[in-house]
């Protein structure tokens, strides 16, 4: 799980997997349009990541947030960067093409599907709504308890990071 790829960041920076070397990575696949799952796992993600900081200041450093759009079409880096910039102060989101994004899916095991658009043309994207975290090789440790509260967030962050 998990795999090479390059994307743009919410600061119109490429970033690639392997920028990452060296660092634990918290990964969430959503969308910025998300009405209600993406914002709290995010929030509370980013929480159980800032009690861990708290604790563990140095440990805490060592890992990288990343929010990967699953809706390209409008999640531009201008529009992330105002998303991401209401969670954890390093969260960093990226996105792509259409054909990026569904190439990079498979890699983590991860799902996303546009629903039918409204009257008013707006729409839904069904995804994958795990919250993975990788070592500092890039390979995979386990799924955040994001649906159990920051608290869980933040325990299991203990169990794994070093």
Request: hydrophobic share 35%; aromatic share 12%.
């Amino acid at each position: 799980m998990g795999g090479d790829f390059t994307l743009t960041g919410n600061k119109g920076q490429k970033a690639s997997w392997s920028d990452f070397d060296g660092k634990y990575r918290i990964v969430y696949f959503g969308f910025t349009y998300c009405p209600d799952i993406c914002p709290t796992d995010l929030g509370r993600m980013s929480k159980g990541l800032e009690q861990f900081e708290k604790q563990h200041p140095a440990l805490g450093a060592k890992i990288q947030p990343i929010f990967i759009s699953v809706d390209p079409g409008r999640d531009t880096p201008q529009v992330l960067d105002e998303f991401v910039g209401n969670f954890h102060h390093r969260l960093i989101g990226l996105t792509g093409s259409e054909a990026e994004i569904t190439a990079i899916l498979p890699l983590f095991g991860a799902t996303a599907s546009k629903d039918e658009p409204n009257e008013e043309g707006g729409y839904n994207v069904t995804h994958t709504t795990f919250t993975y975290l990788f070592d500092p090789q890039g390979k995979p440790l386990g799924i955040l308890p994001t649906d159990k509260g920051s608290e869980a967030v933040a325990k299991e962050l203990e169990g794994w990071v070093r």
